[in-house]
């Protein structure tokens, strides 16, 4: 793989894993249910929760600071066919950090193109309808300034 390969895969991955982590629970659920039964995993780190530092800039591009702590929890396994899953939820739901970890597992060997059609792309649609939704709420109260040139007479 030349290094262009490597950048690709890794945004693809980062791509999936925060898809996955941003799901619902109960759409990654129904999703990961649609899959059939899932393989047998060993926990590399079990599910824990825990809480990080979630940092801000204004207005996007200033000097970071700390806005807060996030509560979240993470997980580690590993497939017998030795793919290496690991995800980062927020909240402390267990079962849905270990779905997403398995989804990450599954997305790395051969059953990768169906993993993309059953989970991934409904989870996708689902979140472009959320923030569609979202800004549609948005626009909703956007108010227009203009200024009226006055004459005068």
């Known amino acids: 793989m030349d290094g262009t390969e490597d950048i ?9 894993m925060g898809l996955l982590a941003r799901a619902r629970p109960d759409a990654l659920a129904a999703c990961a249910a649609a899959l059939g039964e899932m393989p047998q995993a060993d926990w590399l780190r079990p599910p824990e929760t825990g809480a990080v530092m979630v940092r801000g800039r204004m207005g996007g591009t200033g000097a970071p600071f700390n806005l807060g702590e996030m509560t979240v929890t993470r997980c580690a396994l590993r497939l017998a066919t030795g793919e ?3 995800a980062c939820v927020q909240g402390r739901d267990r079962a849905h950090a270990r779905r997403a970890a398995l989804c990450d597992a599954l997305l790395q060997g051969g059953r ?9 792309d409904p989870l996708a649609g689902a979140e472009a309808d959320r923030r569609a939704s979202r800004a549609g709420k948005a626009a909703a109260t956007k108010v ?6 006055r004459g005068e007479d």
């Open 112 to 120: 990768a193109d169906e993993v993309r059609r059953v989970v991934l």
């Open 84 to 86: 290496v899953g690991h």
């Open 8 to 16: 690709t895969a890794t945004a693809d991955r980062r791509a999936w």
């Open 144 to 149: 227009d300034f203009f200024t009226l040139a």
